[in-house]
């Protein structure tokens, strides 16, 4: 069991997300840096699609009931057990009464702690990932008591690491598709958007990254039609909106571009005002 004695800015329990039920307008949620993810679960063995801890911008305090294997990765914000710094995308031997915290953020926006079979946490609807009306919490608090496997390893691949490249963290340019509604744009309006340097606004969240800059906007609303994380609405008021991992499942903004997956995972790293421009790879 894992205790939260003190909560992060925003941490949930994610996996790979709900999948199969978007027809009841119940969104794929997930982690939303899914490169990042699937290295944290690789290093200890674990399967992707094993539930993880998602940490946005500064960490929890953590006490661990019982010995287990971990593996952070993702942004770095200065984990340390016991107040001792750990290596990120690294697998580490945790012992009974252990406390992982955290301190400064170095790089990149969401970290993700793998425990050694995943956390055995409220399963609903074929994923363990929370989501506000959905399960029965939308994020940890303090007091939480996390159940885990319990299921040590220590002395198997005890050095297993993983080198990453950290320009996933820095990325400028965010890789799009044209999107259903593109070519409503005038060509004007498609070069502006696509030389505009873009500014990540504070409401942004896990359903959509805002931006700070507005276009102008001729497109008339179309009728209400599916939309998935990546998807680039334009509201009436010339706002851009990307949508991300718990998104609706429908929407009646124009669909002006198409985030990539892996662009989507570069975006999740970015924080409060940073920069990015679109590029467009169609």
Request: aromatic share 8%.
């Amino acid at each position: 069991m894992v205790e939260v004695l003190k909560t992060g800015l925003y941490d949930t329990i994610q996996d790979i997300g709900r999948f199969g039920v978007q027809k009841y307008g119940i969104p794929f949620s997930g982690v939303m840096d899914l490169q990042s993810a699937t290295i944290s679960n690789t290093v200890l063995g674990n399967s992707i699609s094993d539930s993880i801890l998602e940490i946005t911008m500064t960490g929890p305090k953590l006490l661990f009931h019982c010995d287990i294997e971990i593996a952070l990765a993702g942004a770095d914000l200065s984990p340390k057990i016991n107040s001792k710094t750990i290596k990120m995308n690294t697998r580490i031997h945790v012992t009974k009464n252990d406390i992982l915290t955290f301190g400064k953020r170095n790089y990149g926006s969401r970290a993700y702690l793998a425990v050694k079979g995943g956390f055995q946490t409220e399963y609903y609807m074929n994923s363990y990932s929370m989501y506000g009306t959905l399960t029965k919490q939308s994020k940890l608090i303090k007091g939480d008591q996390l159940l885990i496997s319990e299921v040590s390893d220590a002395y198997e691949n005890i050095n297993a690491s993983i080198k990453i490249d950290k320009t996933h963290f820095n990325v400028s340019e965010i890789k799009v598709f044209k999107g259903m509604e593109f070519n409503c744009l005038s060509k004007i309006e498609q070069n502006t958007l696509l030389s505009t340097k873009f500014t990540i606004s504070k409401d942004s969240n896990r359903m959509a990254y805002h931006v700070n800059e507005t276009l102008e906007n001729t497109i008339e609303p179309i009728i209400t039609s599916l939309v998935l994380p990546g998807t680039v609405q334009l509201t009436p008021s010339g706002k851009l909106m990307i949508l991300m991992r718990d998104c609706q499942t429908t929407g009646g903004y124009p669909r002006i571009l198409q985030v990539s997956e892996a662009a989507i995972n570069h975006l999740s790293q970015k924080g409060f005002g940073e920069k990015f421009r679109l590029k467009c790879i169609d």
